[in-house]
């Protein structure tokens, strides 16, 4: 479950995958409308912005853009210790989420790139890597994440320097994968 708005949106708004054989909790969720109420708890993500003088660089796949969007408006609302981000989403469907509100945030520290093949993101994070000394964040499913950090580990990249939504065990297995 991605979480997608800030606290200061006075909402929480999050996205799910609801396989066609699922949990009683995605199962009832999926029976839900736009706007019903729920009770939520332990909310919370490992994806916190750091501001250490470093560029990040969002990487996600699909619905994965989801939870770079909070990251990304609150570089847009304070982008202090960062000199720029850049965010890349991979979708096959070309169907990208939160496409238009993004692009529209675009300027001078903050990009945005669309891509609709892994091909073309591989490619894009071959160029991306050449960049200096900047945080990855990585969102997708278990296989993206798993190709995305072998990827960057062969291009020397420091495990220190990779952000996942998950508990600290999964980036060190996928890692060391």
Do not use: H
């Not at 006075?10 to 199962?27: A, D, L, M, Q």
């Not at 995305?148 to 990249?157: C, F, G, N």
Request: aromatic share 10%.
């Amino acid at each position: 479950m991605s979480i997608m708005t800030l606290p200061t949106e006075n909402k929480v708004g999050f996205t799910t995958r609801v396989p066609r054989i699922c949990s009683e909790f995605k199962s009832k969720l999926s029976n839900l409308n736009v706007n019903d109420e729920i009770v939520m708890f332990k909310l919370g993500s490992k994806l916190a912005l750091r501001r250490c003088n470093r560029p990040v660089i969002l990487l996600s796949m699909g619905v994965g853009v989801a939870a770079m969007r909070p990251i990304i408006l609150n570089f847009i609302e304070d982008n202090s210790n960062i000199p720029y981000l850049i965010n890349v989403n991979v979708d096959s469907s070309n169907d990208f989420i939160f496409k238009n509100e993004l692009d529209n945030l675009s300027n001078e520290t903050y990009k945005n790139y669309w891509l609709n093949s892994r091909k073309s993101f591989y490619e894009n994070l071959e160029q991306l890597s050449q960049l200096q000394n900047p945080i990855y964040y990585i969102v997708g499913s278990y296989d993206f994440l798993k190709d995305t950090i072998q990827s960057l580990k062969t291009k020397d990249v420091n495990i220190s320097d990779i952000v996942i939504d998950q508990k600290d065990e999964v980036l060190n297995q996928l890692f060391g994968a």
